[in-house]
């Protein structure tokens, strides 16, 4: 009789492996870019080729270079990342894979090295956070995900004050706070509404937008009030006016083959037609909003999805799966 064969133990070698024996792999699939000014930015990104679905953040106080080595110090997650948003300078607030909020600070260690220390967490979504807007006041900030859930946090306590479960049917795609509003947000879905939402309200939500396909992003105008963008799984830009009293879409464009990720309008109230834009693909784009979306920039240097994009002083910078992250200069930059 022949002796036994041993199963495959891979799965079992695995299991028992501490943090520490797991072989490194590099999170290059960065997902998102924030800069809050010349001294303080942060990466995230997520490791997706290996058995281990984990994450990193790197902090920068040095925005004139996105080279991972050169970032002042970085953490690594237990899970992906996919959202962020800033508190202070030195503090912000990541969602992660798990339904978890996480808070870090910088903070410095007896022998004066700096490092990113976890300030709070909580774990109060039932799958992924998809995304995060913070309130005008930053004392607040909301979250949705595929639980079709959205919670509005009190970031001081990091307690969920206000639950909305099955906000939306389906997969929560977007959340953005109202500028310059501690109480107003809209929030786009896979069930193929957006919301404009009032939590002071006792029903709080408002369709403004219903289409065929899932809606995939929403922005807000910082320059022009109640104007907000909102991007479709088509590929279609659509410019809604969401006034309470006249909920009005004014433009739409479908300009693009692939869903539209991430909408972000230029801050600087010169530019305040600028409408910067990434789909599933390799492109970053930036239209122009008052002439029929005419293309002002387009840009192919990545390789891979783009998934995050930030304007500062006038610039925007992209992020992609291809561990790069980029400056686009509208000024010297061909269409």
């Known amino acids: 009789m022949e002796p036994l064969i041993e199963p495959n133990l891979n799965a079992d070698v695995y299991r028992n492996m501490t943090a520490a024996d797991r072989p490194l792999v590099p999170d290059k699939h960065l997902q998102f870019i924030l800069i809050y000014d010349e001294k303080s930015a942060i990466l995230g990104g997520s490791n997706m080729t290996d058995r281990y679905w984990s994450g990193t953040i790197w902090y920068y106080n040095d925005i004139s270079d996105f080279d991972r080595e050169k970032a002042f110090v970085a953490k690594k997650t237990e899970s992906g990342v996919c959202a962020a948003v800033y508190l202070e300078s030195d503090k912000f607030i990541i969602g992660e894979d798990t339904g978890a909020l996480t808070i870090f600070d910088i903070s410095t260690e007896p022998d004066g090295v700096k490092e990113l220390q976890c300030a709070a967490y909580a774990c109060l979504h039932d799958s992924s956070l998809l995304t995060l807007s913070a309130f005008a006041d930053k004392k607040k900030v909301v979250s949705g995900g595929m639980d079709c859930c959205i919670k509005v946090w009190d970031v001081t306590e990091l307690m969920v004050t206000q639950s909305f479960d099955y906000a939306h049917i389906d997969t929560v795609t977007c959340v953005d706070v109202k500028p310059k509003s501690n109480t107003e947000f809209a929030s786009t879905s896979s069930d193929c509404e957006a919301l404009l939402w009032d939590i002071r309200q006792i029903k ?79 492109s970053v784009e930036v239209l122009d909003i008052n002439s029929q979306f005419s293309p002002i920039y387009k840009d192919n240097r990545h390789t891979d999805f783009v998934r995050g994009l930030t304007w500062f002083n006038n610039y925007l910078y992209s992020c992609s799966w291809d561990n790069t992250a980029l400056k686009h200069t509208m000024d010297f930059e061909d269409i």
């Open 204 to 282: 709080p939500a408002q369709s403004i937008l219903k289409r065929d396909v899932g809606l995939t992003a929403v922005s807000w105008n910082p320059n022009i009030e109640n104007f907000l963008a909102i991007g479709t799984d088509n590929g279609e830009v659509v410019i809604v006016d969401a006034r309470r009293s006249d909920i009005e879409v004014l433009r739409e464009l479908s300009a693009f083959t692939r869903p539209v990720h991430k909408l972000l309008f230029n801050p600087n109230a010169e530019k305040l037609e600028e409408l910067a834009v990434c789909c599933d693909n390799t």
